[in-house]
């Protein structure tokens, strides 16, 4: 009798711990800024337990989580973002801004997010902070004469590394809050609206494809931030 009760129990204790480790689940993500430079020692927490997980020297992080739950990603000189985790999400990939102005530049490199300093100084920043965007009419002669190597051209086209081509465009790619545009918004944007532009010259810009090659101008908008 003993042996069947202690069977049973057995039973038991097995189908617990068997569902205990089904409901069991584990995300993984990158965390990286300028969608290609990882970023190294982020701080990852779980909203709902608040435990701390950082990433690794690949950008990398790994959490358990239980049902719906929701990622809490900073470092030091981002802007710190939320992720919400439904139930079917296994991966995660968050792409960091790197906030306005210098210091944020400095706080990245010198606090060890960033490995590759030599790739982010790379990236030309300029930001409402540092200008007055308003006092400009428009883009183009916002832009004119700001960045060392970059040339505005009459037809409008934004030229980062020199004229490649005389049958293809040599223009850079334009990326305006995270999405690809045609050059010719350049013409519609309003300066006073615009938070930073950065300009890639270096191969991280290849990540956005062939039109990558000629450069990247990103531009941020105040609007972009608030969402």
Same mark, same amino acid.
């Given at each position: 009798?003993?042996?069947?009760?202690?069977?049973?129990?057995? =039973?038991?204790?097995?189908?617990?711990?068997? $569902?205990?480790?089904?409901?069991?689940?584990?995300?993984?993500?990158?965390?990286?800024?300028?969608?290609?430079?990882?970023?190294?020692?982020?701080?990852?927490?779980?909203?709902?337990?608040?435990?701390?997980? #950082?990433?690794?020297? +690949? &950008?990398?992080?790994?959490?358990?989580?239980?049902?719906?739950?929701?990622?809490?990603?900073?470092?030091?000189?981002?802007?710190?973002?939320?992720? #919400?985790?439904?139930?079917?999400? #296994? +991966?995660?990939?968050? $792409? +960091?801004?790197?906030? =306005?102005?210098?210091?944020?530049?400095?706080?990245?490199?010198?606090? @060890?997010?960033?490995?590759?300093?030599?790739?982010?100084? =790379?990236?030309?920043?300029?930001?409402?902070?540092?200008?007055?965007?308003?006092?400009?009419?428009?883009?183009?002669?916002?832009?004119?004469?700001?960045?060392?190597?970059?040339?505005?051209?009459? $037809? @409008?086209?934004?030229?980062?590394?020199?004229?490649?081509?005389? $049958?293809?465009?040599?223009?850079?790619?334009?990326?305006?809050?995270?999405?690809?545009?045609?050059?010719?918004?350049?013409?519609?944007?309003?300066?006073?609206?615009?938070?930073?532009?950065?300009?890639?010259?270096? &191969?991280? =810009?290849?990540?956005? @494809?062939?039109? &990558?090659?000629?450069?990247?101008?990103?531009?941020?908008?105040?609007? &972009?931030?608030?969402?």
């Amino acid at each position: 009798m003993k042996t069947r009760i202690s069977l049973v129990f057995l =039973a038991l204790f097995c189908l617990v711990t068997m $569902n205990s480790i089904a409901q069991e689940r584990f995300v993984q993500g990158i965390v990286t800024t300028f969608d290609s430079i990882t970023i190294v020692g982020a701080e990852v927490m779980l909203k709902s337990s608040k435990e701390i997980v #950082k990433t690794d020297s +690949l &950008g990398q992080f790994k959490v358990k989580v239980n049902g719906e739950d929701k990622l809490k990603i900073s470092a030091k000189g981002f802007i710190t973002q939320n992720v #919400k985790l439904e139930e079917q999400i #296994k +991966l995660v990939a968050v $792409n +960091l801004k790197l906030k =306005a102005g210098e210091k944020a530049r400095e706080y990245a490199i010198g606090y @060890g997010y960033v490995k590759d300093g030599e790739r982010l100084n =790379a990236l030309a920043q300029m930001t409402s902070d540092d200008v007055d965007f308003a006092q400009y009419t428009n883009m183009y002669d916002l832009m004119r004469g700001r960045f060392a190597g970059v040339q505005v051209q009459s $037809n @409008g086209d934004i030229i980062i590394r020199g004229v490649n081509s005389i $049958n293809l465009s040599s223009a850079a790619l334009i990326i305006v809050d995270g999405v690809q545009v045609d050059g010719s918004i350049m013409g519609t944007l309003v300066p006073s609206q615009v938070r930073s532009i950065n300009i890639i010259k270096d &191969g991280s =810009a290849a990540i956005y @494809g062939a039109r &990558g090659a000629n450069g990247v101008v990103v531009i941020e908008t105040k609007k &972009g931030l608030d969402d």
